[in-house]
């Protein structure tokens, strides 16, 4: 059951990192599987049979997300951009309150907040930033130069990928290979996904350890400075809905805002008492069953 349940996670954090605008690492936290996602990665060499036992199925899972829902969500952005992203949203604004108690497990103090405010000003700027997603074109040929650059974004999108806050999603979009790259997942094109799967490899095992080191150093500051990524991550995807003129009233909007509700609500109960005893117990009757 353990496994299957990781595999679902799996998919969760893996259609999350297909979506430009939601971070992999935030979905990771509304799970409350973050702490130890980053540490079982950042322990593979020295723990290789208790890391992989985690990895494995979270794996299995994003990588079937990964692969079934590139055309999907592309589909879905692309009919229904407002009401997506205003449920994307409402997950990170639901998640606000689970970041919040982590940050303040051991007190507040007041300096906790400087490091809030500058990753909240990083994400910020990726709104006001000289992006521009219409000049991006799709690169189906492998050449050298082709392979640094795609190997070069990935590695830099993942360590990106595992940071709540930040979609490496959206960092691929900045570096203009989003379209490139989800192209070549939907068409298994593999001599494009090599260069993409190094460097993504690289990327994850540089930043699980960077994210480990500081989780255990300062707890307090890291989960702050996740927490201004996460609700800058809020006005970024609305900012996104604005300019490119998917903003629109009367129904959509009403549906959009209702959709919203849901997203809160769903991450509300991921978090919720109720839901983490009954989980518990259901742990604690196999446990007695065995």
């Not at 199925?57 to 997300?65: F, T």
């Not at 997506?84 to 919040?100: D, K, V």
């Not at 001599?191 to 994850?204: S, V």
Request: with cysteine.
């Amino acid at each position: 059951m353990n496994f299957l349940k990781r595999v679902f996670y799996g998919v969760v954090i893996g259609i999350s990192n297909v979506i430009p605008g939601l971070s992999g690492g935030t979905t990771a936290v509304i799970l409350n599987i973050y702490d130890r996602l980053i540490g079982s990665i950042s322990r593979l060499r020295k723990e290789p049979r208790k890391s992989l036992s985690f990895l494995v199925p979270l794996v299995i899972g994003a990588a079937l997300a990964i692969i079934a829902c590139s055309n999907l969500i592309s589909y879905l952005l692309d009919q229904h951009y407002m009401i997506i992203n205003f449920f994307f949203i409402g997950i990170i604004l639901g998640s606000i309150p689970m970041i919040w108690k982590r940050g303040t497990k051991d007190g507040l103090k007041p300096w906790h907040f400087i490091p809030c405010l500058v990753t909240f000003g990083i994400m910020i700027f990726t709104i006001v930033g000289p992006f521009d997603a219409s000049s991006e074109s799709v690169v189906t040929t492998l050449t050298p130069f082709v392979f640094v650059q795609l190997f070069l974004c990935s590695a830099i999108a993942a360590v990106c990928m595992i940071i709540p806050g930040i979609s490496g999603s959206f960092v691929m979009l900045l570096f203009g290979v989003y379209t490139t790259i989800m192209t070549a997942v939907s068409d298994f094109n593999f001599l494009l996904l090599l260069p993409i799967g190094l460097g993504a490899l690289l990327g994850i095992l540089i930043g699980a350890k960077m994210i480990d080191f500081l989780l255990r150093r300062y707890p307090q500051a890291t989960y702050f400075s996740i927490l201004g990524l996460v609700l800058g991550s809020g006005p970024v995807l609305f900012g996104k809905i604005i300019t490119t003129g998917n903003f629109r009233f009367g129904m959509p909007l009403a549906v959009s805002v209702f959709v919203l509700i849901i997203g809160i609500a769903i991450v509300l109960v991921f978090d919720s008492r109720w839901l983490r005893e009954k989980l518990e117990g259901r742990n604690r009757q196999k446990v007695t069953k065995i």
